[in-house]
């Protein structure tokens, strides 16, 4: 779908309008920029709008943004004054800002103008990825702009009131309208692409290391589609596994596909070192690996006893010895000692243990542990 | 004797205009009675057979429901399931009362609190997930039957359809039988109960047995309500009467019946919008300031002349462009009605039991529409707003038990409408899913009642805890008030743990409450699936159920609606949530078992039922939501 709605054409423009904000300015000024002619749905109009969405290279080479002229209001009764406005996004389509023509100000209901407070709330609202005018239908506000009414929109009997904190009193329409050029799903997904497709390699691996998850996910998404396995890249993936858990399943779904060697390496590095939740991760990764690892790397993959007392680790760690390295003495040895241990993960063990071919003395410790607690077995 | 009993109410009873027009003047004269039939003989032409048909009988069941709405169906479920012989009376021919294809309301709950929902749980959710599963095409003829499938499936459920209970034999202050008139099968029956549970909305049974109620508004003195008139009166909410239109791809002409009641909104206030009027308009209402069920043929016709004046407006006041393709494509015929009577319990829920959000002990339900009280007159006093919308809750708020069952009639419990509450209460606690709450509590508390051989006054006394944990169990939600289910045996495991977490905790499974509320998180989630939780035991227990219940995203409304809308707030399908597949495994003497698998679930509650079995562990591994990347529960129980 993207491939049909967005045109991209790499060609310097240059604006004729000039905007307040002064930061903009220095920007057209001095950045390449990259203009991008896009089909937009709005849900204020039934037909696609084309339009033209800037992209604004910064110096540091690392992050974009981007900015679009719109229409303050969708107004299809031609009773609304409609001015310019000048909505920003940051690399990843998040709303940053809007701004204005030097001299131009927003409307309210009866020739009323924005005021300070008004501008405030107004980028409040569009800032808010969860604002009721995500929910609200062009058509329940159409009948409410030439009323008094300090209800905003309400259809059916569901009683659908806008919060007066959730909206400009007066400029419902404006509100809407802006707020659904502000998070538009097609400008998002347009942005998105574009920093994911002109990303270098370079510019990845500094998003991994930079603290966005948004970024580290973008950057491993295309790390798998690009075939990225550079031995920097995969260290700038390791390193982020270790110290961001909630990117441990991207970043597992892209170490399977390397080869087996680097792996093998990265998947022992992060057992290792990782914490709980990467170490649980990467012992599931090795059970269902389809690598023909050897017995000896099973049996390099020992884990400290205070890993193990916890039972989740524990409990991983016995299941994949039991699927890739049974029967292995090395492993027998490491964990016949928690047997005297707490007696859950003792139990895990007895369990395991009773289906490994064991020594006399390791089978004698088992048959003690069968016997002192044969209750609970 | 019981004959005479029920002469003597019938003679004061308030009856329906129509329904039995001879029982309401009865004396004892047996050829008054419409059952009495010794001329009519029946002859069959095509066996020469001739016999006086029986037009009598008696049946006998343990709990009795009249009226198949929300409430109804949920008081009926709910007490069947809980092991209860169980009949449930409807005088439609379909199940669903408001939200039935007759009607055609929006089966509304806590649609929209700070902008997202808190929708119930328990079997009303229930409902509108088969809903969702049978009824893709968003039908609502199609809605009935999903009801009806959902009521008939029951294996302890008598359904009777086209059936009014119009009296009641009372003794001791319980109800006896009641007296139901079947038409479609001319049979007069009496139904001999020990609970008897009005859910009927109007409440006839109740108020023939004598119950006491009220109508009307109270005054702002009486509860110390602000939205309250300064002195009570009679005005009763109305009636609405929708319809829907299609677009027909051309322009279509539109000319009124001759019942039509010109409609020009002149005067009209600014906020009587007509915002999606394709689907209907819910201010077309009339209401009363007297006897509203006295009036209710009066007003039907009323508002079968408003409706077109207003679809006349629409087409031909030259206002509405947008409309010159549109058609009517229903129209509804009978009325949805809001208010009549309210019956009183031990405690009447008011006004500022809800905006102060007062904690019961006895609490089983909740709500959280806003106060909703429509304007006194109706369509007929168009200059003021259709719907005060006096007060919008920023959180649910709790009803006492206590509000669901009379005061005097003490075999006798209410859901829905009528229950004890004031006028200003009754503006939000009215919505059908709020109402379908108040019926599986008043369902469940009848079990109770049967099998304790107590009265409802007694389980708000003594059995609270039980039904407050039966319902949470059944999964309903009880504001602040967590579940400890001593027999739950999840509770008693040493360790839980899950095989990969995204947000929430795998202990969160035990912690009793059910949703994420007042923005404390009570989950667990998974990151991708397959996914696993497991729990482990010091010693073996033994075991035969699970019940996990998993997330139907309850911010999220599902019921259906006529626009379709499928947006943040309302969704037009089952939700991708949902966990559809999952297996159960049990450890037995240091081996996996498999115990159970669920395949295609479509329940919120998932319950894996297995023989019996001594585990030491049990992991529950989910495979596959119905689209959503990672599974998310909120609650583990295991029992014996």
């Known amino acids: 779908m993207l491939r049909l709605t967005i045109f991209i054409v790499y060609s310097a423009i240059s604006f004729s309008v000039s905007f307040q904000s002064e930061e903009t300015n220095a920007n057209m000024l001095t950045s390449d920029m990259i203009k991008h002619e896009v089909s937009i749905k709005h849900p204020g109009e039934k037909k696609r ?217 990265t998947i022992k590095k992060l057992v290792n070192e990782g914490n709980e939740a990467v170490i649980i991760a990467a012992l599931k990764s090795l059970k269902k690996q389809k690598h023909s690892l050897p017995n000896s790397f099973f049996d390099e993959l020992c884990l400290d006893n205070q890993i193990l007392n916890s039972y989740p680790v524990l409990s991983n760690y016995l299941e994949l010895m039991t699927v890739q390295n049974p029967n292995s003495e090395i492993i027998t040895e490491q964990i016949i000692p928690l047997l005297n241990g707490n007696f859950i993960n003792a139990r895990a063990v007895y369990w395991f243990l009773s289906n490994q071919k064991l020594s006399k003395s390791h089978q004698k410790q088992l048959d003690l542990f069968f016997n002192t607690h044969s209750s609970k077995l | 004797m019981k004959r ?44 020469s057979l001739s016999e006086i048909p029986n037009r009598t009988k008696t049946k006998n069941y343990q709990v009795a429901v009249v009226g198949g709405g929300a409430a109804g169906i949920c008081a009926a479920v709910s007490a069947a399931r809980n092991g209860m012989k169980v009949v449930l009376i409807q005088d439609r021919p379909v199940l669903g009362g408001n939200a039935s294809s007759e009607m055609r309301v929006h089966l509304n709950g806590v649609n929209d609190i700070k902008g997202k929902a808190e929708r119930e749980t328990g079997i009303i959710e229930e409902i509108l997930l088969h809903n969702r599963f049978e009824n893709e095409q968003e039908s609502y003829p199609v809605f009935d039957h999903v009801m009806y499938d959902f009521v008939v499936r029951e294996p302890n459920i008598t359904l009777m359809l086209n059936t009014q209970a119009i009296n009641s034999l009372v003794k001791d202050n319980k109800i006896k039988s009641a007296i139901c008139w079947q038409s479609t099968t001319e049979t007069m029956f009496t139904i001999n109960a020990d609970i008897f549970i009005d859910c009927s909305g109007d409440g006839l049974l109740a108020a023939s047995a004598g119950a006491l109620y009220r109508t009307g508004r109270e005054g702002k003195a009486e509860f110390d309500e602000t939205y309250a008139p300064d002195k ?290 009570n989950h667990w989630m998974s990151d991708g699936l397959h996914a696993e939780v497991q729990l482990e035991w010091e010693s073996p227990i033994t075991l035969s159920k699970v019940e996990v219940k998993c997330d139907t995203n309850v911010k999220r409304n599902i019921m259906m609606r006529k626009d379709s809308r499928n947006d943040e707030l309302f969704s037009n399908h089952n939700p991708v949530e949902m966990l559809k597949h999952a297996t159960l495994h049990g450890r037995i003497q240091g081996k996996w078992v498999k115990l159970a698998v669920v395949k295609d679930n479509k329940t919120r509650l998932v319950k894996f039922n297995f023989e019996t079995s001594k585990c030491t562990a049990i992991r529950l591994i989910c495979e596959e939501t119905y689209g959503a990347k990672d599974v998310k529960l909120f609650e583990l129980r295991c029992y014996a």
């Open chain 2, 232 to 521: 009570p009166d009679g005005w009763q909410m109305g009636a609405t009467l929708l319809m829907s239109s299609k677009d027909m791809g051309r322009p279509i002409k539109y000319s009124p019946p001759s019942y039509v009641i010109k409609y020009t909104h002149e005067g009209a206030s600014k906020r009587r919008k007509f915002a999606g009027y394709q689907d209907g308009i819910w201010w077309i209402e009339v209401g009363s300031d007297g006897d509203i069920i006295g009036d209710f043929e009066n007003n039907r016709h009323k508002l079968m002349g408003y409706l077109h004046g207003v679809w006349d407006f629409i087409k031909n006041s030259g206002k509405f462009p947008e409309a010159e393709n549109l058609a009517l494509d229903w129209v509804g015929s009978l009325p949805c009605r809001r208010e009549s009577r309210r019956f009183v319990g031990d405690y009447i829920v008011s006004e500022k039991d809800m905006t102060e959000h007062k904690h019961f002990y006895d609490a089983v339900a909740f709500g959280g529409w806003s106060l909703d009280e429509h304007n006194p007159g109706g369509i007929e006093n168009i200059s003021e707003p259709p719907s005060y919308f006096h007060y919008h809750f920023k959180k649910v708020y709790e009803f006492p038990f206590r509000a669901l069952y009379s005061k005097n009639i003490d075999n006798l419990m209410f859901a829905g409408r009528n229950v004890s509450q004031t006028h200003i209460a009754l503006s939000s606690s009215r919505i059908m899913a709020t109402c379908a709450l108040m019926g599986q509590a008043v369902g469940t508390a009848s079990a109770i009642c049967v099998e304790r051989n107590v009265l409802p006054r007694t389980v708000a006394k003594s059995h609270i805890n039980e039904l407050q944990e039966q319902l949470m169990r059944d999964d309903a939600f009880i504001p602040n008030r967590p579940s400890n289910d001593s027999d739950d045996l999840a509770r008693k495991a040493s360790l839980i743990f899950s095989s990969s977490t995204k947000t929430g905790d795998a202990k969160k499974l035990l912690n009793g409450i059910s949703r994420d509320i007042d923005g404390e998180i």
């Open chain 2, 4 to 47: 005479r009993d029920f002469f003597k109410k019938g003679a004061n009873a308030a009856l329906a205009a129509g329904t039995l027009p001879l029982i309401a003047t009865s004396c004892a004269v047996n050829q008054d009675l419409a059952y009495d039939r010794e001329t009519d003989k029946w002859t069959q032409l095509g066996s």
């Open chain 1, 49 to 265: 709008i084309n339009g033209v969405l800037v992209e604004l290279p910064k110096a540091d080479g690392l992050y974009s943004v981007y900015y679009m002229d719109v229409e303050s209001v969708i107004c299809h009764l031609n009773y609304c004054k409609v001015i310019p406005v000048r909505i920003h996004w940051d690399d990843l389509g998040v709303f940053q800002k809007y701004t204005l023509k030097k001299g131009a100000t927003l409307e309210k209901y009866k020739d009323d103008v924005f005021d300070d407070e008004d501008y405030e709330k107004l980028t409040s609202i569009m800032s808010n990825k969860k604002s009721p005018y995500k929910d609200v239908y062009i058509d329940e506000i159409i009948r409410v702009v030439d009323t008094n009414d300090n209800i905003d929109a309400y259809s059916g009997e569901t009683a659908i009131v806008l919060d007066p904190k959730d909206t400009v009193q007066g400029a419902v329409l404006t509100c809407f309208t802006l707020w659904h050029w502000a998070n538009n799903n097609d400008v998002i997904r347009i942005i998105n692409t574009i920093t994911a497709q002109s990303a270098s390699e370079e510019q990845l691996i500094n998003f991994l290391l930079s603290a966005s998850k948004k970024h580290a996910l973008l950057s491993m998404q295309q790390g798998v589609k690009r075939r990225l396995y550079t031995p920097a890249f995969t260290a700038a993936v390791t390193e982020k596994m270790l110290s961001d858990k909630s990117i441990i399943k991207d970043a597992i779904d892209y170490i399977e596909q390397d080869s087996c060697s680097a792996y093998s390496k």
